[in-house]
């Protein structure tokens, strides 16, 4: 970096900015805040259900009940969205538990939306956890093995985004990275009149291997294949950058880049180039590695997971969307 107009050592001695609590806090450049916060949530059928994740600590499958419950806390917290995730009792070959009236996120959206009307609640559209084979889009058997429909699968998506704001979400989050599928459900919210339902696309979903415990979590593992015909190679970026200038070009919101840590480069592209609003989703291998090498006294839980959000940040992130945001509103408060 050249010195350009700055003074020199001994005139210039930057650690003066550094003396004191307050000093850093006045000059500080980027700053955590409980209002750029979501926390994830996966709901399943039920009362009084609370299941454990094994592979992410702290984390539960919830019936609708409990899922009240902890979005409550999280919210008295001063947590202002959840993001939901839903786990039908059945799956089948077109996903149709994802656009029932009465689906697992359509009731937990009706429940939220009657008990904490001030909660902020985004759903998560896609159809692999309704899939019976696990995958984002509808299955066409060939010789050669299996092809994912990109078109016909515009359809349930769309379908199933309309269904989510009818009952009442406040936006709607398409995370399947099928082609065009930003077009087709704000077509189908604007035809149903609603066109102030906002969008949020996983316009920049890296097939990643930080997503491991999230399909535990999900009960959402590919029964084959994988999934890098439709989300992208983690070796492209120019690519995702045009993946986010098309999301933007039919009509999403607010985009975002999921995983975060390991895609810092893409999130601060991504913010410098269109200037919209950013998300950036620290995924489920994020917090459990975060989180066993605390327990293991490896690393402070808090001070790891609380640089890590301020590294989002300071990447250009608006929006976090963490499994730890309580305990990030929480440490913030203290």
């Given at each position: 970096m050249s010195s350009g107009p700055f003074a020199q050592f001994p005139a210039y001695r930057p650690r003066r900015l550094r003396q004191s609590k307050v000093l850093r806090r006045l000059v500080s450049e980027h700053r955590l805040s409980v209002d750029q916060l979501v926390l994830p949530m996966f709901a399943r059928s039920g009362r009084r259900v609370r299941r454990p994740i094994n592979s992410m600590p702290g984390v539960f499958q919830l019936s609708?009940?409990?899922?009240?419950?902890?979005?409550?806390?999280?919210?008295?917290?001063?947590?202002?969205?959840?993001?939901?995730?839903?786990?039908?009792?059945?799956?089948?070959?077109?996903?149709?538990?994802?656009?029932?009236k009465n689906g697992i996120v359509q009731q937990a959206v009706r429940l939220l939306k009657m008990e904490l009307p001030e909660l902020y609640v985004i759903t998560d559209v896609c159809l692999c956890e309704y899939m019976e084979h696990g995958h984002c889009g509808i299955v066409q058997r060939t010789a050669s093995g299996a092809e994912i429909l990109n078109d016909p699968t515009l359809k349930l998506l769309a379908r199933t985004a309309a269904s989510h704001a009818e009952a009442g979400a406040d936006m709607v989050a398409p995370s399947d990275m099928m082609d065009g599928r930003v077009a087709a459900i704000r077509a189908e919210l604007d035809r149903l009149g609603l066109i102030n339902t906002p969008i949020m696309s996983y316009a920049a979903k890296f097939a990643s291997a930080f997503y491991g415990p999230f399909r535990e979590?999900?009960?959402?593992?590919?029964?084959?294949?994988?999934?890098?015909?439709?989300?992208?190679?983690?070796?492209?970026?120019?690519?995702?950058?045009?993946?986010?200038?098309?999301?933007?070009?039919?009509?999403?919101?607010?985009?975002?880049?999921?995983?975060?840590?390991?895609?810092?480069?893409?999130?601060?592209?991504?913010?410098?180039?269109?200037?919209?609003?950013?998300?950036?989703?620290?995924?489920?291998?994020?917090?459990?590695?975060?989180?066993?090498?605390?327990?293991?006294?490896?690393?402070?839980?808090?001070?790891?997971?609380?640089?890590?959000?301020?590294?989002?940040?300071?990447?250009?992130?608006?929006?976090?969307?963490?499994?730890?945001?309580?305990?990030?509103?929480?440490?913030?408060?203290e």
């Open positions: 609708p009940d409990e899922l009240v419950r902890d979005a409550a806390k999280a919210h008295s917290l001063g947590v202002p969205a959840v993001l939901l995730f839903g786990i039908p009792d059945t799956k089948d070959a077109k996903a149709s538990g994802a656009f029932a979590a999900a009960e959402s593992a590919p029964k084959f294949g994988d999934r890098r015909s439709y989300q992208m190679d983690a070796a492209n970026a120019n690519e995702a950058m045009r993946e986010v200038a098309l999301d933007i070009q039919e009509g999403c919101d607010i985009v975002m880049v999921k995983p975060a840590l390991a895609y810092l480069d893409l999130i601060y592209r991504v913010k410098q180039e269109f200037r919209y609003p950013t998300a950036a989703y620290s995924v489920s291998a994020e917090h459990s590695m975060i989180k066993a090498a605390g327990a293991k006294g490896w690393i402070d839980e808090r001070a790891v997971t609380l640089e890590s959000l301020l590294a989002m940040r300071r990447a250009g992130a608006d929006i976090l969307i963490t499994y730890a945001a309580a305990d990030v509103a929480k440490w913030l408060k």
